[in-house]
């Protein structure tokens, strides 16, 4: 289709493969990092465009939407997916990275919803995509401020999605596991995580289900996991 999609942490990971995946289905994406080398490269592997933006900044989000209507003339889907994580005992967080993963996970999602949603409304059409996570609905030890953040985010989607639904425009989230990217520091591509972590084209697969449901339809959530993760 010719639609036209952003997509936020597109510069690797999980942001990269649904950028990738949805150029194959034909969409123009919009890809947003702050890593200008990655998201250059990714830009010109999807034949997208390339915004460098931090989610954080509220001008940034005004300027991803602007980029994209002037560049492409309008803007079907917006995929939140940038997000951060660190893991730690609650005692050795430091306030300054309780506030990143706010900054990013939440803030980030709720400005570009922000920003975006005066077009959708505008036209009566569109779907929110957001890329949560497992523990957005668990919690766990080491994960104080991470889950934290991914509850709050899911709650903003979650009351989005009603207030949304009047004007026509859809909200999906989608909750993985464990994922086998760059998050949290990590390096992705041992063999050993082939079993006990999702690949990112596993998470693409999910938005491209999302996106596929008839125009009568909206799925509101979906979670998936590796069959090997026990908690
Ligand atoms: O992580 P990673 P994932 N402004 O580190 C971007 C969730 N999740 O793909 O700005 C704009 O490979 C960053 O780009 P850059 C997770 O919470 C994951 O795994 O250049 N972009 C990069 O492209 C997150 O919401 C797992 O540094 C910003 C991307 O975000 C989503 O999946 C499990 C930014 C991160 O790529 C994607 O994470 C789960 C900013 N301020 C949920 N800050 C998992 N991996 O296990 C970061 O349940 N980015």
């Known amino acids: 289709t010719n639609q036209v999609a952003i997509v936020t942490g597109a ?21 947003v990092a702050r890593s200008e080398d990655e998201l250059l490269d990714v830009a010109q592997k999807t034949n997208g465009l390339p915004v460098v933006a931090d989610v954080c900044d509220e001008r940034d989000a005004q300027l991803i939407v602007s980029a994209t209507l002037s ?3 309008r803007l079907d ?10 893991f ?12 990143r993963m706010f900054d990013v996970n939440v803030k980030g999602t709720f400005l570009l919803c922000k920003a975006a ?35 709050a985010q899911h709650a903003v989607l979650d009351a989005l ?13 989608i909750y993985p596991g464990l994922v086998d990217t760059y998050f949290n520091e990590s390096r992705p591509g041992a063999p050993d995580k082939e079993k006990t972590h999702l690949q990112p084209i596993d998470v693409a697969q999910a ?16 979670m998936l996991h590796p069959v090997t993760q026990e908690w």
């Open 88 to 99: 730690n005992l609650l005692e050795n967080f430091s306030a300054e990275e309780w506030d």
């Open 11 to 31: 510069s690797r990971g999980i942001g990269r493969a649904i950028a990738t995946l949805l150029a194959l289905q034909g969409a123009q994406v919009v890809c």
């Open 71 to 73: 560049r492409f003339g």
């Open 161 to 173: 999605r009603k207030e949304a639904r009047p004007n026509g425009i859809k909200v999906s989230v």
């Open 117 to 151: 949603l005066p077009h959708l409304k505008e036209q009566q059409r569109g779907h929110i995509i957001g890329i949560a996570s497992d523990v957005s609905k668990r919690t766990f030890a080491h994960g104080t401020a991470y889950g934290a953040s991914k509850y």
């Open 207 to 222: 938005v491209r289900y999302v996106l596929e449901a008839p125009a009568h339809v909206v799925v509101d959530e979906l």
């Open 77 to 86: 889907i917006v995929v939140c997916n940038a997000g951060v994580g660190s």
